[in-house]
């Protein structure tokens, strides 16, 4: 769940590793061992069978030895499998339901979910090629070179990759959630892992466009030609991203596994989010002539305040949860704001105090812009089918064509 920072304990010899985290991701899940040999010898040809027993344990051996950070070689070998592996959904195929596909959580090792349904399976990896998507973005923007000062510099470069990666990452999980949920039974979806719930899916998704929308404000900060109005907008969407992705969890449940942690994590961006909104409205609202734009602007400049001091405490829970992880250094958006807000909090306050006391019944929290998001999800569409599910090149090899093979499996069982 992002990348590693060594620490050592004080008087222990061993190496304790916590985890930094600026893109979070759900920890990753694998395949585990199963016996897709037994399962489908005999309906289709063996090479096939040997595809997909090949890939998947290529696939389960590389993220196991690295951790998964082998991020190209396994997205490569996820995009091969996905190919052969669609032949199994085919209702034509009648396979289905034949497999039952183990999968395992990276971290310890233990097996979530044994469920036999192909859907299940290619939701499983479009699923884990988001995670990787996402823990790549968090590499990048964690630099290697990292010394641990305090001072974090990404190039512009980097951010805007980020920035790409999470749009894909985004539009892998939405393609879960509209394409792949919907084929696979209630029954079956009762005992899948939670992290494969609809709107934890969501929320994930809507969260990495959240996370790319604050990459984007902080560059805007950056910016000499960004505009005041850019800037509140930004922090707006921000706003609503995070506000969506909360209404998404909230109703999902987060007993087990890293439901909690992630539930943190969305209120501590939540936090952020809604005190960068409030002080770039009020900046806005400070531009106005009258004493009640004065008084609105120095109303958002204390919500944001406020919001500034209990995002931090978010930020505590959050890295406290299970498994526990190390909060990044302040950067981009968010560093800007930790600096700004009490600054200019305190000096508006000071400087219209006076009407602050004279127009009391005006001190209320004026309400946010709403804004249209601009940030969407990559589309994604699954691989070609691989040839090898072609029946006429079953026939070549003198194969069987699968219904056949299905029929007279019928056939016997009625003679019997």
């Given at each position: 769940?992002?990348c590693?920072?060594?620490?050592?304990?004080?008087?222990?010899?061993?190496k304790?590793?916590?985890?930094?985290?600026?893109?979070?991701?759900?920890?990753?899940?694998?395949?585990?061992?199963?016996?897709?040999?037994?399962?489908?010898?005999?309906?289709?040809?063996?090479?096939?069978?040997?595809?997909?027993?090949?890939?998947?344990?290529?696939?389960?051996?590389?993220a196991?030895n690295?951790?998964?950070?082998?991020?190209?070689?396994?997205?490569?070998?996820?995009?091969?499998?996905?190919?052969?592996?669609?032949?199994?959904?085919?209702?034509?195929?009648?396979?289905?339901?034949?497999?039952?596909?183990?999968?395992?959580?990276l971290?310890?090792?233990r097996?979530?979910?044994?469920?036999?349904?192909?859907?299940?399976?290619?939701?499983?990896?479009?699923?884990?090629?988001?995670?990787?998507?996402?823990?790549?973005?968090?590499?990048?923007m964690?630099?290697?070179?990292?010394?641990?000062?305090?001072?974090?510099?990404?190039?512009?470069?980097?951010?805007?990759?980020?920035?790409?990666?999470?749009?894909?990452?985004?539009?892998?999980?939405?393609?879960?959630?509209?394409?792949?949920?919907?084929?696979?039974?209630?029954?079956i979806?009762?005992?899948?892992?939670?992290?494969?719930?609809?709107?934890?899916?969501?929320?994930?998704?809507?969260?990495?466009?959240?996370?790319?929308?604050?990459?984007?404000?902080?560059?805007?900060?950056?910016?000499?030609?960004?505009?005041?109005?850019?800037?509140?907008?930004?922090?707006?969407?921000?706003?609503?991203?995070y506000?969506?992705?909360?209404?998404?969890?909230?109703?999902?449940?987060?007993?087990?596994?890293?439901?909690?942690?992630?539930?943190?994590?969305?209120?501590?961006?939540?936090l952020?989010?809604?005190?960068?909104?409030?002080?770039?409205?009020?900046?806005?609202?400070?531009?106005?002539?009258?004493?009640?734009?004065?008084?609105?602007?120095?109303?958002?400049?204390?919500?944001?305040?406020?919001?500034?001091?209990?995002?931090?405490?978010?930020?505590?829970?959050?890295?406290?949860?299970?498994?526990?992880?190390?909060?990044?250094?302040?950067?981009?958006?968010?560093?800007?704001?930790?600096?700004?807000i009490?600054?200019?909090?305190?000096?508006?306050?000071?400087?219209?105090?006076?009407?602050?006391?004279?127009?009391?019944?005006?001190?209320?929290?004026?309400?946010?812009?709403?804004?249209?998001?601009?940030l969407?999800?990559?589309?994604?569409?699954?691989?070609?089918?691989?040839?090898?599910?072609?029946?006429?090149?079953?026939?070549?090899?003198?194969?069987?064509?699968?219904?056949d093979?299905?029929?007279?499996?019928?056939?016997?069982?009625?003679?019997?």
């Amino acid at each position: 769940m992002g990348c590693t920072y060594s620490v050592y304990g004080v008087g222990r010899k061993k190496k304790l590793s916590i985890p930094e985290v600026v893109v979070f991701a759900p920890c990753m899940r694998i395949p585990a061992q199963c016996d897709l040999q037994r399962a489908l010898k005999g309906l289709i040809p063996r090479d096939v069978i040997d595809k997909l027993s090949c890939l998947r344990n290529r696939i389960a051996l590389v993220a196991d030895n690295t951790g998964g950070s082998a991020i190209t070689e396994l997205r490569q070998a996820l995009e091969e499998y996905l190919s052969i592996l669609i032949g199994l959904t085919k209702k034509e195929h009648g396979l289905e339901n034949l497999v039952e596909f183990k999968w395992k959580n990276l971290v310890d090792g233990r097996q979530e979910t044994s469920v036999a349904n192909a859907w299940f399976e290619l939701l499983s990896v479009v699923h884990m090629m988001a995670m990787l998507t996402l823990c790549e973005a968090d590499t990048i923007m964690i630099p290697k070179d990292y010394s641990g000062s305090g001072f974090r510099v990404v190039s512009t470069d980097c951010k805007r990759d980020a920035v790409d990666l999470l749009l894909k990452a985004a539009g892998y999980l939405e393609f879960c959630v509209r394409n792949v949920l919907c084929c696979i039974p209630p029954e079956i979806k009762k005992s899948m892992s939670k992290d494969l719930q609809d709107g934890v899916l969501e929320a994930i998704s809507i969260q990495a466009l959240g996370q790319g929308t604050e990459i984007q404000l902080g560059l805007a900060i950056e910016s000499q030609k960004a505009t005041l109005s850019v800037k509140r907008r930004l922090a707006c969407e921000l706003l609503i991203y995070y506000s969506q992705a909360y209404q998404c969890i909230s109703g999902c449940d987060l007993s087990p596994g890293y439901g909690k942690k992630h539930m943190w994590f969305i209120k501590w961006k939540f936090l952020e989010a809604k005190a960068a909104a409030y002080y770039y409205h009020g900046l806005v609202l400070d531009k106005g002539s009258e004493p009640t734009c004065h008084i609105s602007a120095v109303c958002c400049f204390l919500a944001a305040q406020e919001l500034l001091v209990e995002s931090k405490k978010a930020c505590i829970s959050f890295c406290l949860a299970t498994p526990v992880t190390r909060a990044p250094p302040l950067w981009g958006a968010m560093k800007h704001l930790h600096q700004k807000i009490p600054e200019v909090a305190s000096r508006k306050s000071q400087m219209y105090g006076y009407l602050l006391e004279q127009e009391k019944a005006l001190q209320s929290l004026p309400e946010l812009p709403d804004f249209q998001l601009s940030l969407r999800p990559d589309d994604y569409e699954l691989p070609a089918i691989d040839p090898a599910w072609d029946s006429g090149n079953w026939e070549k090899q003198g194969q069987q064509p699968l219904k056949d093979h299905l029929n007279d499996s019928e056939d016997e069982i009625e003679t019997e």
